[in-house]
C-alpha cells in the first residue's frame, strides 16, 4: 500500500511539473509582451525588465517561475484590473465556484442515487425506461443547454429564480447554476448505480441473505446498497472534468463571479497572466483530486493497487 | 553430391489436372438453419434489434443530410447580411397560414406583451425566413447547417486523427512491452494528468482560432483513452496463436501489429471513434462559447449558440436551432456509439 502511494505522489508530482512546463513554454510564445508600450524608451523597459526578472537566462526564469507557482505567488493580471495580485483575484472568487460545484454534486448524487435504485428495482418497466431516457439525455445534452433552458423558462418567464447571480441572494440565485451542473453527474450516477445494483441483486450472497430470511429494508441497505455503492467512484474522474468545463459556461451564463467566469474574461481580454495562473490552478485541483480518487480505489478495492503495482 | 543435382534441378510445379475431385460436392449437407453467419452480419442483426441505436442512426444521417444540402436549399449564404431585415422571426410558406412559423414573434414590453409581425411592418411580404434572421439580417437556416457541417467536420477529422495517433500508439506500447511499455505508460500518465480543457484552451490562444488548429487542438483531448483501448486489446492477442504463428513465419513486428492484430481490434476502435466525435462536438462549442471558435464569418454551432445567447430572451429563436441540431447530434451519436459496443461485445454488461 505505502508504494502504491509513493507512486501514486510521484507521478502526480511529476505531472504538476510537466504542465508548469507547459505553461511556462505557452506563456514565452503568447503573442505581445505586457511592456510593449510605445511611450516606454530602452531604460525604462529594461528597469522594468530587470523588476520582473526577464532579463534573466530563460533556465533561470523557469525555476523562478516554478519556486513561485509552488509559494502561491501567481503574479499579477495586466488587463482585467490592473496590477492586482491574481491570488487575490481568486481568492473571492473560490468559494463561490466551489460552493456551485458542491451543490451540483450533492443535487445529481441523490437524485441520481434515486433514479439508479428506482430504475434497478422496477426492471423492464415503465420507470426503468424513463429513467433510462433521462440518463441517456443528462449524459449527452451539454450543461449549459440545461442552463438555458432554465434560465429561460424558470428565470425569465416564470420569475421563480433570478436569472443573474446577485450577492443578496446566494441560496436564490444558486438554484438554477446548480441544477443544470449537476445533470451529468445525475445521469451517470443514475446509470451506474442500475447497472451494479441490477449485479449485485443477481448474486449469490443476496440469494443466501434472502435464504436467511433478512427483511426487505435490510436487505437492500446492509448488503445490496454496500456492494453496489463502491464502485461508483470510477465515476468520479469524468464528472470532475465536466464539472470544471461546466461551471466555465454555467458561470457565464448566469453570471456568476466565480473561477470560471472570471478564467472565460480573461480569455476574452487577452489578459495571458491570468489565463496561465488559473490554468495552474484548474491543473492542480484536477491532479490533487486524481490522486485521491485513485488512492481511495486503491484501498477499497486491493485488486486495483496489486494490477497498478504489477505494470 | 547426387543431393546437388536433385536441388539444382527445376523444381516441379503442380498443375490443375494432376488432381481429381473426389467425392461429390452435393453430397455434402450444410446446416442452413443454423449456418454460421460472417461477424458483421451478426453485428449488424444485433445493431437494428436496438431500436435507440437505429433512430440515432437515422438522426445523425438526416442532420449529416442537411449540414450538407441544407445551406444551398435557399438564396441565401451563411455570411450575406441584410440590416434592413434583421431579427425577423421564423416564416415558412404554406406553413404559415396555420398560424405557425408566420413571421410574428411576441415582444416584452414595459407594458406587458405584444405581439408583431416585422415582416408586414417592414413591407416584406415576399421574404421568407424558414428559421428567422439574426441580429446582423442573416439567414438563420443557413447558418444552422453550415454551422453544423462546420462542427460535424471539425469533429470527424479529430476523431480520426487522435483514433490513429491514440490507436498506433497504444498497439505498439502493448506489443513491445517491458521497457518500451514502461517509458511509453508514464508518459500517458502524465498527459493523461493534465486537464484537456486546460490544454486545448491555451493551444488556441498561441495559435490563433482557424479550422485546422482548433482539429489539432481537439486531436489532443481523446488519443489517450483511444490508446488505453488499444493497449489492453494488444495485450490480450499478442499470446495468441495467429500472432505466434506469423511470428514464426518470419513477419516483422510492424505488420503484425498493423495487418494481424488491427484487423480483430477494429470493433472497440470503431465504437471508441464514435463515443470521441459527441465529445469533440462539445468541446468545439464549448470553445466557441468562450471566444475561441471558427472565426468570423464562419460559423460554428457553438459560435451559433453564443451569438444567440446575446439576445435569447428577446429573441429566442435565434438561439433553438443550433441548440436543438447540437443537443440531438450529440444524443444521437451517444446512442449510435453505445448500439454499436452492444452490437460488437454481446457479451458487455448493460450501463
Known amino acids: ?311 | 553430391m547426387a543431393d546437388t543435382t536433385v536441388l539444382t534441378k527445376e523444381p516441379y510445379v503442380p498443375q490443375d489436372e494432376d488432381f481429381k475431385l473426389k467425392g461429390n460436392i452435393e453430397d455434402i449437407l450444410v446446416d442452413t438453419n443454423f449456418a454460421s453467419q460472417s461477424f458483421w452480419k451478426e453485428v449488424v442483426a444485433r445493431f437494428r434489434k436496438k431500436k435507440s441505436a437505429v433512430l440515432g442512426l437515422i438522426f445523425v444521417l438526416v442532420i449529416t443530410f442537411f449540414a450538407f444540402i441544407g445551406p444551398g436549399m435557399n438564396q441565401y449564404t451563411y455570411s450575406g447580411q441584410d440590416l434592413s431585415q434583421k431579427n425577423l422571426a421564423p416564416r415558412i410558406p404554406i406553413i404559415e397560414y396555420t398560424g405557425f412559423f408566420d413571421g410574428h414573434e411576441n415582444i416584452a414590453t414595459t407594458k406587458g406583451t405584444k405581439t408583431v409581425n416585422l415582416y408586414f411592418e417592414n413591407k416584406l411580404p415576399d421574404v421568407f425566413y424558414w428559421f428567422g434572421s439574426d441580429n446582423f439580417g442573416r439567414d438563420i437556416w443557413t447558418r444552422t447547417w453550415s454551422g453544423a457541417q462546420v462542427s460535424l467536420i471539425i469533429a470527424v477529422a479529430a476523431a480520426i486523427i487522435d483514433m490513429i495517433i491514440g490507436m498506433s500508439y497504444g498497439l505498439i506500447s502493448g506489443y513491445f512491452g517491458g521497457k518500451v511499455d514502461m517509458v511509453m505508460q508514464r508518459i500517458l500518465e502524465i498527459a493523461n494528468g493534465i486537464p484537456r480543457l486546460v490544454i486545448v484552451t491555451l493551444l488556441l490562444l498561441v495559435f490563433k482560432p482557424g479550422m485546422l488548429t482548433i482539429i489539432v487542438a481537439l486531436m489532443l483531448t481523446e488519443w489517450v483513452g483511444m490508446s488505453r483501448i488499444a493497449r489492453a486489446e494488444m495485450l490480450k492477442l499478442k499470446e495468441q496463436e495467429f500472432v505466434l504463428a506469423s511470428r514464426t513465419l518470419g513477419a516483422g513486428s510492424m505488420h503484425i501489429i498493423f495487418s494481424e492484430v488491427l484487423p480483430n481490434i477494429i470493433g472497440p476502435i470503431i465504437t471508441q471513434v464514435m463515443f470521441s466525435i459527441p465529445t469533440a462536438i462539445f468541446t468545439e462549442a464549448f470553445l466557441s462559447f468562450v471566444g475561441l471558435g471558427i472565426p468570423v464569418p464562419r460559423c460554428s454551432l457553438g459560435s451559433l449558440i453564443s451569438e444567440g445567447f446575446n439576445s435569447f430572451t428577446t429573441h429566442p429563436y435565434q438561439i433553438i436551432p443550433p441548440i436543438v441540431v447540437m443537443a440531438l447530434l450529440m444524443l444521437s451519436f451517444n446512442l449510435v456509439a453505445d448500439g454499436l459496443r452492444e452490437a460488437l461485445d454481446p457479451k458487455l454488461k448493460e450501463m
Open chain 1, 1 to 311: 500500500m505505502k508504494k502504491y502511494v509513493i507512486k501514486r505522489v510521484v507521478t502526480a508530482l511529476f505531472t504538476l511539473l510537466a504542465i508548469t512546463l507547459i505553461l511556462f513554454i505557452l506563456m514565452q510564445l503568447m503573442p505581445g509582451s505586457p511592456f510593449n508600450d510605445e511611450k516606454l524608451n530602452d531604460t525604462q523597459r529594461a528597469s522594468l525588465y530587470a523588476k520582473y526578472g526577464l532579463d534573466q537566462p530563460i533556465v533561470v526564469q523557469f525555476f523562478r517561475y516554478v519556486i513561485n507557482m509552488f509559494k502561491g505567488d501567481l503574479g499579477v493580471s495586466y488587463k482585467i484590473s490592473k496590477n492586482t495580485p491574481i491570488t487575490q483575484l481568486i481568492a473571492s472568487r473560490l468559494p463561490i465556484s466551489i460552493g456551485v460545484g458542491f451543490a451540483a454534486v450533492m443535487i445529481g448524487a441523490l437524485v441520481g442515487l434515486c433514479l439508479g435504485l428506482l430504475a434497478a428495482f422496477k426492471k423492464d418497466t415503465v420507470w426503468d425506461t424513463l429513467a433510462t431516457i433521462i440518463s441517456v439525455i443528462g449524459v449527452s445534452v451539454p450543461s449549459y443547454v440545461f442552463a438555458l433552458a432554465l434560465s429561460y423558462q424558470f428565470g425569465f418567464k416564470l420569475k421563480w429564480f433570478p436569472m443573474l447571480f446577485s450577492a443578496k441572494d446566494v441560496i436564490g440565485s444558486s438554484v438554477l447554476p446548480s441544477i443544470s451542473l449537476s445533470m451529468f453527474t445525475m445521469a451517470s450516477i443514475a446509470r451506474f448505480t442500475r447497472a451494479e445494483m441490477i449485479e449485485v441483486l443477481g448474486s449469490d450472497y443476496m440469494l443466501l441473505a434472502e435464504s436467511k430470511g433478512l427483511s426487505g429494508n435490510k436487505l437492500i441497505f446492509a448488503h445490496a446498497l454496500r456492494n453496489a455503492l463502491i464502485p461508483i467512484i470510477t465515476v468520479l474522474a469524468p464528472l470532475v472534468v465536466d464539472l470544471m468545463t461546466g461551471s466555465l459556461v454555467v458561470e457565464k451564463i448566469f453570471s456568476i463571479p466565480g473561477v470560471g467566469s472570471l478564467l472565460v474574461n480573461a480569455i476574452q481580454s487577452n489578459d495571458y497572466n491570468v489565463v496561465i495562473a488559473l490554468s495552474f490552478i484548474y491543473s492542480a485541483m484536477y491532479i490533487g483530486i486524481m490522486l485521491v480518487v485513485d488512492i481511495l480505489y486503491g484501498v477499497i478495492d486491493p485488486r486495483i493497487r496489486v494490477a497498478k503495482e504489477g505494470d
